[in-house]
């Protein structure tokens, strides 16, 4: 991993200095720096903060098209209608469309 990857955590991390940044799985981060062989520096939703590189794994950005735009999902989604999709913390969106009565495509 390097400056400029964006990793998602794969396991929770509870801090014990304020230095380090608290992981939820699912989280995607942005790496800043790499500490050391054990630790990254990361920015997550304007916090910053120190995280073992053992509990994420690197997330690839896919190309996006004109029009369209990324989003991280911040919690679950689980639908009844079948042309819903089912979302689960730290999934990558890509969104071609504008809302619709709240909903996107």
């Given at each position: ?41 990361g ?22 098209k004109?029009?369209?735009?990324l ?18 913390r730290?999934?990558?969106?890509i ?5 619709t009565a709240?909903?996107?495509?």
């Amino acid at each position: 991993m390097e400056a400029g990857s964006v990793v998602r955590a794969i396991f929770d991390f509870c801090p014990s200095v304020s230095e380090e940044l608290p992981l939820f799985v699912g989280d995607v981060i942005e790496v800043l720096a790499v500490v050391d062989e054990f630790w990254l520096l990361g920015k997550k939703e304007d916090v910053t903060g120190q995280f073992p590189s053992s509990f994420v794994e690197i997330v690839t950005i896919p190309s996006l098209k004109e029009g369209e735009r990324l989003f991280v999902c911040i919690c679950e989604f689980t639908s009844q209608e079948l042309d819903s999709l089912p979302l689960h913390r730290g999934d990558l969106v890509i969104l071609d469309g504008v809302p619709t009565a709240g909903w996107l495509q």
